[in-house]
């Protein structure tokens, strides 16, 4: 037994029976809806999870039983991601007559069932959880910024598979790379940050004409941009006592994380969409 499958059934078994037996025959293609997969090509799939399985030698069974022995053994929400979005490639597909469209309604509808759901994007089809209600991110995705996108997903899956800590620093550093991506565009120059988000959103708000000025700003503009500074504050404060940036002061909770995605989220679709807005129309928020 090699080290990844050793460690593989010590841990924790994360994903549900129902959902290994369907899943495994999605894999194999035995549904019908997805290509069919010989057991070499079996083996070669799952070695890309780190298995050092030889074929014929190391299938227990039938293709079908060792596939779900390998599902089983997947360690978290990422594995599961991978796969998922390995069998829907659309390359897989080509000329088999049988479509990636009544693959995705196929998988969609067992895979709801368990808190997942499988949408397309501009990466292709990926696998999302269902069970983390979030503030959806279309606005931020124009920004067609790598690393925001990048962190969109790393919240997603942070909250699904529990790791608060690491939630709550995404949340951080997205708000981080949204507003000086803003900054920079706007000065039409590199912006060297000193790390403090409370000055980043300073200088944030003079590029977006953003500050305050009691006689001319409407009241309800007021009171936004004040609600942003205080949830910026918060988050600052937050990821350095409960985040995994620093030596923790408390651990947080699911609800604290949420709690700081959803924030994150919601100031960076309201500061995007300013941003635009000037873009498009040359005017201030």
């Known amino acids: 037994m090699d080290k990844r499958e050793e460690n593989s059934k010590t841990s924790q078994q994360f994903l549900s029976e129902f959902l290994i037996r369907n899943l495994a025959s999605s894999v194999t293609g035995d549904d019908g809806f997805f290509p069919y997969r010989k057991g070499v090509e079996l083996v070669l799939l799952f070695n890309k999870f780190g298995f050092k399985d030889v074929y014929p030698e190391s299938m227990e069974g039938s293709r079908r039983i060792y596939t779900q022995i390998r599902i089983k053994q997947l360690k978290n929400f990422s594995e599961l991601q991978k796969l998922v979005e390995i069998i829907l490639d659309p390359k897989e597909f080509y000329e088999l007559g049988i479509t990636i469209e009544n693959a995705v309604v196929h998988i969609n509808e067992y895979l709801k069932l368990e808190g997942y759901e499988v949408r397309h994007n501009e990466k292709g089809y990926q696998l999302l959880s269902t069970t983390s209600k ?46 000086i991506e803003i900054i920079k565009i706007q000065n039409n120059q590199d912006y060297k940050s000193d790390g403090n988000l409370i000055n980043i959103f300073k200088d944030l708000k003079k590029c977006l004409n953003m500050t305050i000025d009691e006689n001319q700003s409407s009241q309800f503009l007021i009171e936004i941009i004040q609600g942003m500074t205080t949830t910026i504050q918060g988050i600052a404060a937050l990821t350095n006592r409960a985040s995994d940036r620093h030596n923790r002061v408390y651990k947080p909770q699911k609800h604290h994380a949420k709690l700081a995605v959803n924030c994150a989220f919601s100031f960076c679709d309201f500061i995007l969409e300013s941003f635009h807005y000037q873009q498009n129309k040359g005017q201030v928020s």
Do not use: M, P
């Not at 503030?135 to 690393?147: A, G, N, W, Y």
């Open 134 to 179: 979030i503030v959806e991110h279309k606005t931020i995705s124009t920004l067609s910024h790598d690393f925001i996108i990048e962190q969109i997903d790393k919240c997603e899956e942070k909250l699904a598979t529990g790791d608060y800590d690491g939630a709550i620093t995404n949340a951080r550093a997205l708000i981080e790379a949204v507003s």
